[in-house]
Nanobody
Framework: QLQASGGGLVQPGGSLRLSCAAS????????IGWFRQAPGKEREGISC????????FYANSVKGRFTISRDVAKKTVYLQMNSLRPEDTAVYYC????????????????????????WGQGTLVTVSS
C-alpha cells in the first residue's frame, strides 16, 4: 500500500513537500516514482528514485525545482517542490515498480507508467495566488 500526503494550496514561488509512505513492500530492487495529472491533461511522470541508490530521474518540467529523496528505514519517499508555478497544479500520485521504471526513464527521458505496479491515492497540489 502506498499513502501519498502533503498536498495543499500554495502561492506561486512557494514550496511543498510531498510524502509517499509504503507498507507491505520490501524496499529492495524497486523504483518509486511521482506522477501528476493536471485537469484536462494526461498523467505525467515527473521524478523517480531507486530503492537501492540515489539514482534519480527528473522530467524537464521540474528539473532544478523539485528534489526526490527516500528514507529506507521509514519506507518513505519525499518530493520537495520549490519555486512552484501555477502550471504545477495537479493531482500528484506516487507509484512503485521495478527498476525498469527508473532505467527506462533515464534512457528515454520519459517515465512510462506501464512500469509501475502499485499506485497510491493522489494528493492535490494547487498553486494559486
Amino acid at each position: 500500500q502506498l499513502q501519498a500526503s502533503g498536498g495543499g494550496l500554495v502561492q506561486p514561488g512557494g514550496s511543498l513537500r510531498l510524502s509517499c509512505a509504503a507498507s507491505g513492500f520490501t524496499f529492495r530492487d524497486y523504483a518509486i516514482g511521482w506522477f501528476r495529472q493536471a485537469p484536462g491533461k494526461e498523467r505525467e511522470g515527473i521524478s523517480c528514485i531507486s530503492s537501492l541508490s540515489d539514482n534519480t530521474f527528473y522530467a524537464n518540467s521540474v528539473k532544478g525545482r523539485f528534489t526526490i529523496s527516500r528514507d529506507v528505514a521509514k519506507k518513505t519517499v519525499y518530493l520537495q517542490m520549490n519555486s512552484l508555478r501555477p502550471e504545477d497544479t495537479a493531482v500528484y500520485y506516487c507509484a512503485i515498480g521495478g527498476l525498469m521504471l527508473l532505467t527506462t526513464a533515464q534512457a528515454m527521458g520519459v517515465m512510462d507508467e506501464d512500469y509501475s505496479d502499485y499506485w497510491g491515492q493522489g494528493t492535490l497540489v494547487t498553486v494559486s495566488s
